[in-house]
DNA sequence: GTGAAAGCGCTAACAG
DNA sequence: CTGTTAGCGCTTTCAC
């Protein structure tokens, strides 16, 4: 009455494809690797009986003589997080498509986990993509030297990486906040060490150089909700018409502690965050943000990392810089020009 | 100039380990498989050696004599659905803690990818891992024949599943609105083709009934924002003190949309939603909802999972119903008692 | 306790 | 074009 849920009756191989199809084991395997080097007819043949004795190739057996296991290894720090899935998804995508599975290691930002889950995942994968990792730059070249392997939004040396274009989506928004009429600029840094924190800032400091415009800087600060709260409170002293934060959650933050503290927003302050998360429509007002080419990211990493494992060298000249989009919500309006508009 | 990213120098075998270790390679193969039939001193030696020359037991070359890959797939119609990737995390790392690595298969809500996913899987997996799917009842059981199986939050007759306690979760929330004051409650409905969505419905004319209150159901809605924002234009017809929604999703549409209607929460309505999403915090009022045990759900799964592995049958008795947690946020409060609180 | 030898299912020369 | 023959790296009887 209990069910069992497999049962191990063993699956046909080559052997018996082979013995009904009245050909060697040799030509069942051709038929399906190199069809090309065989006889159109036999091998239709041998695919016929083959589909009726419900062969299929084994992977892994296949995998022993060649090396090529048709796996690729995503390695996420943290798949919870909002801004990775995406990044994951297009790179699952890409992969199926080639005909490639992933295996998806999530380190849940432990750099224990995330070495132990590549190590088990090393021997089986042609190739390694780190979706966000918390490794160092020395232990990223070092498992580089194992297998082919390509970084996702991060700067290190001698490894091929695929990033964003972080010098456009600063542009883009403050594009946008100048058009409306702002001129004055406050930036919520976010953690030091963050790559993406310092060309932001160092971005945003060109434009407003190029543009005639002031921008300040306040922070650092946790890249989170709460982060977002403590800058609110620093800024009440260090007011701009404008605000960009280092990232969604920052914003998200930032307004929800300024609008109880009284403010009206867009009206008082105008912010933009980065990364365009879920959580940007659904909060009130819809906050103004640059997107990342998320499933791009992931997919021409992939498409890179392929290219890789194929044989194609690393090159050093610039890695593929892809292009954000700004998406304007109702965060963001003309600067109040009535005097005294928010006291605190 | 151009740095390769892979150096195949080929890894060293138990042969290679065995000839400098001056041992048959069999005794090698032993020291790593079942050191206890070897001797101790013999297999520390080994083990050093090994340790000293980089080698590294092969998974796949040990798969295929043995059929143990040590990997099971997961499963996801939606990886980017927020409510998944706990499941999955928590799969991940009971999965990890037992020496076992997860495949992750993100079939993008599409029927075709989820089977050409699992396709390709199958054959290196020892296990599978549905933790949300598009598949058919039929098509579920087709597998469960190839493989172990088991499936999250679905009832599938003959196959082995792991689910929340809906009727707790029903409870939970309204035992939380019926201690505030309220009566009369206003169920937004699902898909009627969700499971969750019926035994939710059941679970909240029971309560209803036991408890000699109120209970009207509105919808069916897309379980989405914009399903909440529907049911909003809906419920100014048909008001009640509280609300339940399917989800928080819709809870969060519903309330956006009757604030944006003039509503003030929680003042007019308490909502409270299931799931526990991100956003739940970060919108305002902060949504109160009932957390299902995401977590466990996916770590007991792979329990679960890795024990029908080991040739545990499956049981028909009732599969494990895990308990869920409230989360009270700002969107509940005692009933306004003014007359006349809020007119559209 | 350890070695020898025979595979696991498939691919890849090398002949024919 | 197709068959023969070795392996891929590891496990596993079966003797010693």
């Not at 390694?128 to 040396?157: E, Y």
């Not at 930036?187 to 160092?202: D, I, S, T």
């Not at 002031?214 to 989170?224: F, I, K």
Request: proline content about 7%.
């Amino acid at each position: 009455m209990t069910p069992r849920s497999a049962k191990p009756r063993p699956a046909p191989t080559i052997y018996d494809v082979a013995r009904v199809a009245g050909v060697a084991p040799s030509t069942v395997s051709r038929a399906f690797s190199r069809p090309d080097r065989v006889n159109a007819d036999t091998a239709e043949r041998i695919r016929a009986i083959a589909a009726e004795l419900g062969y299929r190739t084994n992977p892994l057996a296949r995998a022993l003589p060649t090396g090529h296991t048709s796996m690729i290894a995503v390695s996420s720090s943290d798949i919870t997080n909002p801004y990775y899935f995406e990044i994951i998804r297009g790179a699952q995508a890409a992969a199926n498509e080639r005909g490639y599975t992933t295996l998806l290691a999530d380190s849940q930002e432990s750099v224990r986990l995330e070495r132990e889950a590549l190590e088990r995942a090393i021997p089986t994968v042609e190739g390694i993509l780190l979706a966000s990792t918390r490794m160092s730059d020395s232990a990223i070249r070092m498992t580089a030297k194992q297998r082919p392997l390509i970084v996702v939004n991060r700067d290190v040396t001698d490894v091929p990486t695929v990033v964003t274009d972080h010098a456009m989506s600063v542009r883009q928004s403050l594009d946008h906040l100048v058009e409306l009429g702002h001129r004055r600029f406050t930036y919520l840094a976010g953690p030091e060490a963050a790559w993406a924190n310092g060309m932001r800032w160092r971005s945003l400091r060109t434009y407003a150089a190029e543009h005639g415009l002031q921008v300040r800087r306040l922070g650092p600060y946790p890249p989170t909700v709460t982060g977002g709260v403590r800058a609110a409170e620093d800024f009440r002293a260090h007011r701009t018409t404008a605000v960009i934060a280092y990232n969604d959650l920052v914003g998200i933050g930032f307004m929800k502690r300024l609008i109880s503290l009284g403010a009206r927003l867009p009206r008082d302050v105008s912010v933009v965050g980065f990364d365009n998360i879920f959580a940007c429509e659904l909060v009130t007002p819809g906050l103004t943000t640059v997107a990342p080419p998320l499933r791009t990211l992931g997919s021409m990493a992939v498409h890179n990392l392929l290219a890789l494992i194929g044989g194609a060298h690393a090159t050093t000249a610039q890695p593929p810089t892809l292009p954000t989009r700004l998406y304007v919500r109702e965060s963001t309006d003309v600067p109040a020009t009535r005097k005294r508009a928010w006291a605190v």
